[in-house]
């Protein structure tokens, strides 16, 4: 494995750290931030919470699945499934619909 190589491996490696690391801070701010609010507030945030954890969640299936080979595997059909659809569909003349 050249210099290069590894270099870029490595910082691939340090980048995936990297964004475990923030999914755990958020995770953590999540989870603080809503203890509060349901000490202070009661249950009148609710909807907050519900919003955020679903951002949350958003953000754990892409930290967490990024690499996952079923994902990959539908990312390519996808895209070949949109190079089809392209090749297959005329080329827009322009002009006005309808």
């Given at each position: 494995?050249?210099?290069?190589?590894?270099?870029?491996?490595?910082?691939?490696?340090?980048?995936?750290?990297?964004?475990?690391?923030?999914?755990?801070?958020?995770?953590?701010v999540?989870?603080?931030?809503?203890?509060?609010?349901?000490?202070?507030?009661?249950?009148?945030?609710?909807?907050?919470?519900?919003?955020?954890?679903?951002?949350?969640?958003?953000?754990?299936?892409?930290?967490?699945?990024?690499?996952?080979p079923?994902?990959?595997?539908?990312?390519?059909?996808?895209?070949?499934k949109?190079?089809?659809?392209?090749?297959?569909?005329?080329?827009?003349?322009?002009?006005?619909?309808?």
């Amino acid at each position: 494995m050249t210099a290069d190589a590894q270099d870029e491996t490595y910082e691939a490696a340090r980048q995936r750290v990297e964004a475990k690391i923030g999914f755990a801070i958020h995770l953590g701010v999540y989870l603080v931030i809503n203890i509060i609010f349901l000490i202070v507030v009661g249950w009148d945030f609710l909807w907050a919470t519900v919003f955020w954890g679903l951002g949350l969640a958003f953000h754990g299936v892409a930290i967490f699945f990024k690499g996952d080979p079923r994902l990959r595997d539908w990312k390519e059909r996808a895209i070949a499934k949109e190079l089809a659809r392209e090749k297959d569909t005329p080329p827009p003349t322009g002009g006005t619909v309808g």
